[in-house]
């Protein structure tokens, strides 16, 4: 009786790969009624003193006590427009098209707007 070789070893390296491999990440925010939110549905913000692209913050301590960031984990990966930019504080916050993103800490539900127009500075995030 002859044994015949099957190729399983490509199979299961291959197998492997497709189970190992990570599931897609989702984006951080999504577009609902012409403005960018959070997974938690509450209105994303872009503040006019930060530049875009420049991978920094301005705001900071006070500031980001009134507009908490949109904060990335250490695993978050940038995909498409959405970047990670790091924080004075030495943690990741998420920007779309190089603005980072924020919440209004007085918007009380999902679908809150009420900081857009703040001081003519904040703007509700738009897709």
């Not at 924080?87 to 924020?102: E, F, M, S, T």
Request: charged share 20%.
């Amino acid at each position: 009786m002859v044994a015949r070789k099957t190729p399983l070893l490509p199979a299961f390296l291959l197998a492997a790969t497709l189970f190992a491999s990570p599931a897609l990440q989702a984006a951080p925010a999504e577009a609902k009624d012409g403005v960018l939110t959070g997974s938690n549905g509450m209105t994303l913000y872009v503040f006019d003193k930060d530049v875009a692209g420049s991978g920094k913050s301005v705001c900071n301590g006070p500031c980001a006590a009134n507009w908490p960031p949109l904060m990335a984990s250490a695993s978050d990966k940038a995909s498409g427009d959405y970047t990670v930019i790091t924080r004075d504080d030495g943690k990741a916050q998420w920007a779309y098209k190089g603005k980072p993103l924020y919440f209004w800490v007085k918007d009380q539900k999902p679908g809150d707007k009420t900081g857009d127009g703040v001081n003519n500075v904040w703007h509700a995030a738009k897709p």
